[in-house]
Structures are given as structure tokens and as C-alpha cells.
């Protein structure tokens, strides 16, 4: 029993750290493009809230999966 928890939790620590990678990843590459894109919004309230739904939404899928995924990944840690 013990070893099978064991198991679980080194196995949800490598989905961590490899979604980690994958979502540093992705917000690198999104913070590219929205360097390279000019906002037509004044209140950097509303520019930040803009640009980070942007981020988690399925426009940039190359941070929203591995977010998913790391938050699945939590979601079994903590159900062990």
C-alpha cells in the first residue's frame, strides 16, 4: 500500500516538473507575441487581465495544456 502511494507521488512529481518546463515554454513564447503586438487598451488593469486570459485560454495552447495537466497532476497528488 505504502509503496503503491509512494509510486503515485513520484509520478505526479515528473508530470510537475516536465509541465513546468513545457509552461515556462509557452509563456516565452506568448510573452514574444505580445511584445510584437500593439494594444489598443490605456488601463493596464484591463491590458493585464487581457493578456493573461489570452494566456490561459485556447489561444496559446502551448501553455494552457501543460497548465491542465499540471493542475490534473495536483488534483491526484492530493487525492492519494
Do not use: C
Not at 509512494?6 to 505580445?34: F, H
Not at 502551448?62 to 497528488?77: E, K, M, R
Amino acid at each position: 500500500m505504502v509503496i503503491r502511494d509512494i509510486e503515485k507521488m513520484v509520478t505526479a512529481g515528473l508530470i510537475w516538473g516536465a509541465t513546468n518546463a513545457l509552461m515556462r515554454r509557452g509563456a516565452l513564447i506568448s510573452d514574444q507575441q505580445l511584445h510584437n503586438k500593439q494594444s489598443s487598451t490605456k488601463n493596464p488593469i484591463l491590458k493585464t487581465l487581457i493578456d493573461w486570459f489570452s494566456l490561459i485560454l485556447v489561444w496559446q495552447w502551448q501553455y494552457s495544456l501543460p497548465f491542465i495537466t499540471n493542475l490534473s497532476a495536483s488534483t491526484t497528488f492530493f487525492d492519494i
